[in-house]
Nanobody, 127 residues
Framework: EVQLVESGGGLVQAGGSLRLSCVAS????????IGWFRQAPGKEREGVSC???????RYADTVKGRFTISSDNAKNRVYLQMNSLKPEDTAIYSC?????????????????????WGQGTQVTVSS
């Protein structure tokens, strides 16, 4: 069964940091792009960051310079280090296999593949 499980969210003050973790199972993790997505209350889900199997990465403009995506293929994990957090970063964060356009500036980070969305992990940033 293809599955991705997120963890690491929490409550943090503005300016603080969190590190999210996504552990994958049921598929050849290192052959797929993995993306981090978030959905704030009343808003559509958006792609935040992604990493291709060749290590290339993409960030949404809203998080560029503050968030860093990384992976540990030996552990089937992808991480999202979030620094300088802002109240507008408050959302449920999820990971998924993704389309990760690193050569197309207008490309959109999108979920691909049959695995359903996981429960995600809540990130709350207080002002």
């Amino acid at each position: 069964e293809v599955q991705l499980v997120e963890s690491g969210g929490g409550l943090v003050q503005a300016g603080g940091s969190l590190r999210l973790s996504c552990v994958a199972s049921g598929f050849a993790f290192d052959r797929y792009a993995i993306g981090w997505f978030r959905q704030a209350p009343g808003k559509e889900r958006e792609g935040v960051s992604c990493m291709n199997d060749d290590g290339t990465t993409r960030y949404a403009d809203t998080v560029k310079g503050r968030f860093t995506i990384s992976s540990d293929n030996a552990k089937n994990r992808v991480y999202l280090q979030m620094n300088s957090l802002k109240p507008e970063d408050t959302a449920i964060y999820s990971c998924a296999t993704a389309y990760c356009p690193t050569l197309q500036p207008t490309g959109v980070i999108s979920k691909v593949g049959p695995a359903p969305w996981g429960q995600g992990t809540q990130v709350t940033v207080s002002s």
